[in-house]
Nanobody, 131 residues
Framework: QVQLVESGGGSAQPGGSLRLSCRVVAFPQDYSAIGWFRQVPGREREAISCISMRDGVTDYDEAVAGRFTVSKDNLPHMVYDVHLQMNDLKPEDTAVYYC?????????????????????WGQGTQVTVSS
């Protein structure tokens, strides 16, 4: 069963940067992509970025496009690190950030797809942007 573990969250000032990482273990061969999501308490979870693990295609929500960059490192034994470089952070970027995947999830550059509670999620990492 695929496992996802986020790291790299923390605090930053507006205009600052943080880099999140998602360690993906046992990524199934028939799965296609990893997504990054974020959630603020009391609000719906939102998709912000994705990356195809097959060909590296990426996509972004307009709220983060031009500021956030997703990338991946292929490691041995079906292990991957998926990174989210966040630059020019804004207070509205404050949220818990999650990486996730699912058998039906694709990243093809035509818009971000949804994942659901029954899909595979990491535990989340808190990002706080304030002065």
């Amino acid at each position: 069963q695929v496992q996802l573990v986020e790291s790299g969250g923390g605090s930053a000032q507006p205009g600052g940067s943080l880099r999140l990482s998602c360690r993906v273990v046992a990524f199934p061969q028939d799965y296609s992509a990893i997504g990054w999501f974020r959630q603020v308490p009391g609000r719906e979870r939102e998709a912000i970025s994705c990356i195809s693990m097959r060909d590296g295609v990426t996509d972004y929500d307009e709220a983060v496009a031009g500021r956030f960059t997703v990338s991946k490192d292929n490691l041995p034994h079906m292990v991957y690190d998926v990174h989210l470089q966040m630059n020019d952070l804004k207070p509205e970027d404050t949220a818990v950030y999650y990486c996730a995947t699912g058998s039906h999830y694709f990243c093809e550059g035509g818009g971000l797809e949804e994942l659901y509670d029954y899909d595979s999620w990491g535990q989340g990492t808190q990002v706080t942007v304030s002065s």
